[in-house]
């Protein structure tokens, strides 16, 4: 269970980092946060929230250790992305679905699943968050980025307008192949137990 738990977690870290680095040289002039705390009521203590990834339009990319909105004259994030799982999905789809819709009023907010490969967004109309419908190849389209997003094998890939992926660095991409190899061992030690068990 251990072994799965700290797998599951470098998974998450490693997905996150793919979709950060592929954006980031897409979106320079835009700030790419993610892993870093949002800092968005001057209450004591300050309240803050650390969504996955998100992206504020028009921001200077430069690296900050916190985005803090009350120094960035308001401006909250444009898009936000949260990995879910088992523990965070009801938090991810109820209380920061809330903040982010009522107080943030972040345009698209986009939700990926890697347990069931599901990826789901809402786009701000009015005041609620409608559901972002999939095109003809199953992405699921960001208006504010042009971007869309997909999943396969596995793992979720951002696609331009003709879904062509973004590209991520080789090191992470035999990072990557090298995780998706160790799942595929682990399965398959599993399955030899499992049989050996009926044996």
Known sequence: MKRSLSAEIERHTLQSRMLLEALRAYLPGAYVGGQNSIYYQQTKPPRFVAPDLYVVLGRSPDARPCYVVWEEEQKFPDFILEITSADT????????????????????????????????????????????LPNERGEIFSQRLGLGLKCEGGWLHWV????????????MDAEQRALEAERKLQEALAELERLRGNG
């Open 89 to 132: 999905e009801h938090q991810d789809r109820g209380r920061k679905l809330i903040l982010y819709r009522d107080v943030f009023r972040t345009s698209e907010y986009f939700l990926y699943a890697p347990g069931i490969s599901r990826v789901s967004g809402f786009r701000l109309q009015d005041n609620d968050y409608v559901s972002i």
């Open 160 to 171: 331009d307008e003709n879904g062509h992926k973004l590209a991520v660095s080789a090191h």
